[in-house]
DNA sequence: GCGACAG
DNA sequence: ATCTTGTCGC
């Protein structure tokens, strides 16, 4: 899969916040849902590090769509460097995620991220930023909220809120994927609408409150990550014997 | 000054 | 996110 860089990703965290604002100008908000009446794979995709090293994993799983199966996964091994600091996950993961996207062989049509579209301070999470960069439909998925205020949806699989940013701009929704568990803060990533993230989110949901891809893609992170440790163990342990 | 704060 | 033990519920 190919993308263009648009700018450096070893800047200060204050250059970083000026690359976000100029990157919100490019954001695409499609107003027509029955633009993706056809689509045939949506990818999810998540990274894993460990804390006591700068190594880490990305993965992107390319699932068929709707019938969710894998049909492509590719994942890296590489330094992640930048720190994590609210606001900034971009800046974090996104250098090693377009490592793991250069391999993809399939298309896909849309891609779902661990974390917020325009749900954030600046209008530019990460599913944004790469939906910019791969220039492609994105989707903001994340398990907490970063920005904006709602009220707690209903109890039932299927039921949702609207997240507001400060002028009661609506920003996201606050999705239940699962009955009488946490929800799930949708949100616009790039070139494409509201209301279509929510339906794609909820169709990619089986039986857990994560959507499939990002799902998968976070299971696959986990296993490479904890492979690698199990290596290492064996061989600390030839080393003290 | 204080609380909030994706992963 | 990661680390980490038990615990509560479907």
Request: with cysteine; aromatic share 8%; charged share 25%.
């Amino acid at each position: 899969m190919q993308y263009k860089n648009l700018h450096k990703w070893n800047v200060s965290p204050a250059e970083a916040i000026d690359i976000q604002k100029d990157l919100r100008k490019r954001i695409v908000v499609s107003h027509q849902p029955s633009a993706f009446k056809n689509v045939r794979y949506i990818a999810g995709a998540d990274i894993s590090c460990n804390r006591l090293s700068p190594l880490g994993y990305a993965v992107v799983v390319v699932m068929r769509f709707p019938d969710l199966e894998i049909v492509e996964e590719k994942w890296v091994k590489g330094e992640i460097t930048f720190p994590y600091i609210p606001g900034l996950l971009a800046f974090r993961e996104a250098p090693i995620l377009l490592k793991a996207f250069e391999k993809l062989t399939i298309e896909p049509a849309l891609i779902i991220f661990d974390g917020q579209g325009i749900a954030h301070p600046r209008g530019m999470g990460i599913a944004s930023h790469l939906g910019i960069i791969l220039n492609k439909p994105t989707i903001g998925c994340a398990k907490s909220k970063l920005f904006g205020t709602y009220k707690e949806p209903g109890e039932n699989k299927g039921d949702f809120s609207y997240l507001y940013d400060n002028r009661e701009n609506v920003i996201g929704a606050v999705v239940r994927t699962k009955s009488n568990t946490k929800p799930v803060f949708v949100s616009i990533g790039h070139k494409i609408d509201l209301q279509t993230s929510i339906k794609v989110i909820q169709q990619c949901t089986k039986n857990y409150r994560i959507p499939e891809p990002i799902r998968l893609a976070h299971n696959l992170v986990n296993r490479l990550r904890n492979k690698s440790s199990v290596v290492s163990h064996q061989h600390s342990e030839i080393a003290d014997s």
